[in-house]
């Protein structure tokens, strides 16, 4: 397995001096953002695709740094109700996908999406129970007329230009948040369509990470290594649907933290064992989110906690074998 930074969290600073620090760090991977929620502070579709002497700057600073990019990544919502938005985000998935074949990256990451509840809707509605039967009909338009009709499409433009894993991660508000859904949208679409395994948003949804990883064997074609604390006082009370806003961490159910701020070294390395077992040998990507701690802290401790549960320099064996 290798070490990865999505490397959102320097945004602030230049391609190379991202590249440069993370390099020193023992970083062997990067994922870029390309557009959507995670921004293009570091590729940019639109000064790179036509520019291949920009594409080749790219590919030297990453030799350079003794990099690779394990993914791009555009999450956004491309079914949303309002076209323009959806339109939006879909144009960023294409941009990406583009881009991902002129550097030879073969996947991306980004989210399902969510629809509205009817064609005259403004929001995304994400549906949590089946009463009363007006949200079984909403996820019956959902999946059936918006959902599996754009993935279908967007899958085949990504296997025409390369692309032949997308990387939905399991994320709450969204169609695809869990790997029975994950799996829903793969059987309907065809094995395109895999997990960006992020276990922060399975803990705080009661999912236990080693068994969703077993579920999805052969499914998981990028891992997001972020944590989630779960404050048993406030679940308690109020359980785990939470709309308190991130900064609230006092109050909130959870709160995503470093890696072994929410979960310990015994859990981390159930995880990393049991993907060895399933044949994910790719890399963990780190994604900082935690509020409490300045990005530099947060991905430094990461980076220490994940050299020691990370496997391994060369397959494992018995004297036996």
């Not at 009709?149 to 025409?160: G, I, T, V």
């Not at 790997?179 to 949208?185: G, I, S």
Request: hydrophobic share 40%.
């Amino acid at each position: 397995m290798k070490l990865g930074v999505m490397t959102v969290l320097f945004g602030n600073k230049s391609v190379e001096e991202t590249f440069k620090y993370l390099s020193k760090s023992g970083v062997q991977a990067v994922e870029l953002g390309t557009g959507g929620f995670p921004g293009r502070a570091h590729a940019n579709p639109d000064e790179l695709l036509n520019n291949d002497s920009k594409i080749q700057e790219l590919k030297d600073l990453l030799e350079k740094y003794n990099l690779e990019i394990s993914s791009l990544s555009c999450h956004g919502n491309p079914v949303h109700p309002q076209k323009e938005i959806a339109d939006s985000f879909h144009q960023d998935f294409e941009k990406t996908v583009r881009l991902g074949e002129k550097l030879g990256v073969t996947r991306v990451n980004t989210f399902s999406g969510c629809p509205g509840d009817s064609p005259n809707s403004m929001y995304p509605n994400w549906v949590t129970c089946p009463w009363p039967d007006d949200f079984l009909k909403i996820l019956e338009y959902q999946w059936n007329d918006v959902l599996i009709p754009y993935w279908e499409k967007a899958s085949a433009f990504a296997k025409e230009h390369g692309v032949d894993m997308i990387c939905l991660e399991m994320h709450p508000g969204f169609a695809v948040y869990n790997p029975e859904t994950l799996l829903k949208l793969r059987s309907a679409v065809g094995d395109v369509i895999g997990a960006n395994f992020d276990p922060s948003h399975l803990f705080w949804q009661g999912i236990d990470p080693v068994a969703a990883i077993r579920e999805l064997r052969g499914a998981i074609y990028h891992f997001h290594a972020k944590d989630t604390k779960i404050d048993a006082m406030n679940t308690a009370v109020n359980g785990v649907l939470d709309t308190k806003h991130y900064s609230d961490e006092l109050n909130r159910s959870w709160v995503f933290r470093t890696v072994g701020y929410g979960n310990d070294y015994q859990l981390w390395k159930d995880i990393v064992s049991t993907l060895r077992m399933v044949g994910y040998d790719y890399v963990l990507s780190i994604e900082h989110e935690d509020s409490l701690m300045t990005p530099t802290e947060g991905l430094q401790k990461a980076i220490s906690f994940l050299k020691e549960v990370m496997m391994f320099e060369e397959e494992g064996g018995m004297w036996w074998a």
